[in-house]
């Protein structure tokens, strides 16, 4: 295995041999740097580099802090301060016009030459931090989540939602700030497979299949926004992949059919889990085309995770009943950095093991008849439209039901101070128009009158942002009309 590809991108390749000799000597520059037992900056795109960067963090005895080149000075500033941060990787390439106020190693100058004797790698304990990773906070100010290297093990090993031998080769697609990226490269890693780095200008061009194809990538992750539309403007590229990973929002059934017929043999994983659970907790894995059903539920608990639906007083919830998905076990992260009290609110006591800590999702889910979970949406996204308490993802997937509606977003907004009216953004399927009258019907037979969009707005795509999710803050203002008598004002 020493000998065996690690991971290699279209410039460089390491064999795991190489990439622990670099590591190490980079871990030892860290150690030397005062690093040791700290949090650690790594301001790197994605390459070969960048993986010698993070696990030389692990070795040091450290933990990472993925920064992203593309953030303004000021939010790196502001994480950097967040999480205690006096050392930063990076390059000369990504080194910002200003001064971050730390001590940085430039690793494209410094020289890693390993000092006389053996390097004896600090000690570190399964729940010792491993990385932060930044989720948006209500208050304006980042969440810093610390996950522990147990986690990553956990995420990593022994999963049986899909093939991670060393004969596999994965993609790593996602941003290092992004933690799905925790999937790709320790999925890869502590299992011996290849790790394919993928280009930074990949996203948005027309080189996915040809790469896909050179490195003969066989698994990868993509979120549901760039899953839907990589099967809609070039699913031909996606062929050399046999297992298929996706999420981070509700996959549409007709999209994963799609993929399914066109690579017969192919998996199609629905992934869900919260970056405060370490990448994935729960999975639906799906190989045959009649299997799809609609909505694709987001499956059964992942091994070392356990799964509670709880009412809102914080009891288990009846059978049938939906309710908030609080999950434990081993992937549940440490917390969150420097913020007790928000920690303590969403880590809280399991039901039945005190002992034992669960996250709190926010996300409202109700357990089908066939013992799969089923995602009903965020309850924060519960918006109150005409006096109804109403969830988006219920109107978007009835949208999707459409044969001439490929893809849809709900979004509700103010027609006027105090009015709030649903706002449907769709992409149409090949070839067809929209007609709004006949929609309104479809819509009408199923669902109740406060749940039909006022306005609908056709896209060519929806806009995503830099993560592979829907950009929601860039979705068009609609032009508001005088609502017409089937709406009345309440």
Request: glycine share 8%; aromatic share 6%.
């Amino acid at each position: 295995m020493p000998g065996a590809v690690a991971v290699e991108d279209d410039e460089d390749c390491l064999t795991y041999a190489e990439l622990d000799q670099r590591a190490t000597e980079l871990a030892r520059l860290i150690v030397d740097r005062g690093g040791q037992g700290g949090f650690i900056g790594v301001l790197l795109g994605r390459s070969t580099r960048t993986i010698v960067a993070l696990l030389a963090v692990l070795k040091a005895g450290a933990a990472y802090v993925p920064l992203d080149p593309a953030y303004p000075q000021a939010r790196l500033l502001g994480l950097i301060e967040q999480c205690g941060t006096t050392l930063v990787l990076t390059t000369a390439a990504h080194d910002p016009a200003g001064d971050l106020g730390v001590d940085l190693i430039l690793l494209d100058e410094e020289r890693h030459v390993a000092a006389a004797g053996p390097f004896a790698e600090p000690e570190r304990r399964p729940s010792d931090p491993a990385y932060v990773m930044f989720t948006s906070g209500t208050t304006g100010r980042p969440k810093a989540v610390v996950v522990s290297h147990h986690n990553i093990v956990n995420l990593a090993t022994g999963a049986d939602y899909v093939d991670l031998s060393p004969a596999r080769t994965l993609l790593q697609f996602a941003p290092i700030s992004f933690d799905a990226s925790t999937f790709e490269i320790w999925g890869a890693l502590l299992n011996g497979a290849k790790l394919v780095v993928a280009p930074e200008d990949l996203l948005g061009s027309d080189r996915i299949g040809e790469m896909l194809a050179h490195h003969k990538v066989d698994t990868m992750w993509l979120t549901s926004a760039l899953f839907h539309r990589i099967v809609d403007t070039d699913l031909p590229a996606l062929e050399p992949v046999t297992q298929l990973l996706a999420g981070g929002d509700v996959l549409s059934a007709d999209h994963v059919r799609r993929a399914l017929a066109a690579v017969p043999g192919r998996a199609v994983v629905n992934g869900y889990g919260p970056t405060e659970t370490t990448t994935f907790a729960c999975c639906h894995r799906v190989s045959a085309v009649e299997d799809v059903g609609h909505p694709v539920p987001i499956g059964r608990a992942i091994p070392g995770a356990r799964l509670w639906i709880m009412t809102e007083e914080g009891v288990p919830a009846p059978p049938g009943e939906a309710g908030e998905l609080w999950i434990a076990g081993d992937g549940v992260s440490l917390g969150y950095l420097g913020d007790p009290d928000e920690s303590s609110r969403r880590f809280v006591p399991e039901p039945g093991r005190p002992d034992s800590r669960a996250y709190r999702s926010g996300d409202l889910v109700l357990l089908r008849g066939d013992g799969l979970l089923e995602f009903l949406g965020r309850i924060d996204d519960q918006v109150k439209v005409r006096g109804y308490r109403i969830e988006p993802a219920e109107v978007e997937a009835a949208l999707v039901e459409q044969p001439t509606i490929r893809r849809a977003v709900v979004t509700a907004q103010e027609f006027r101070p105090g009015d709030k009216r649903l706002v449907a953004y769709l992409v149409l399927s090949p070839g067809a128009d929209l007609r709004v009258p006949q929609l309104r019907r479809a819509l009408s037979a199923r669902l109740p009158s406060y749940l039909v969009p006022a306005r609908y707005v056709v896209l060519d795509d929806l806009p995503i942002t830099r993560n592979g999710k829907v950009d929601r803050r860039a979705l068009p203002v609609p032009e508001w009309m005088a609502p017409t008598p089937r709406e009345p004002l309440r």
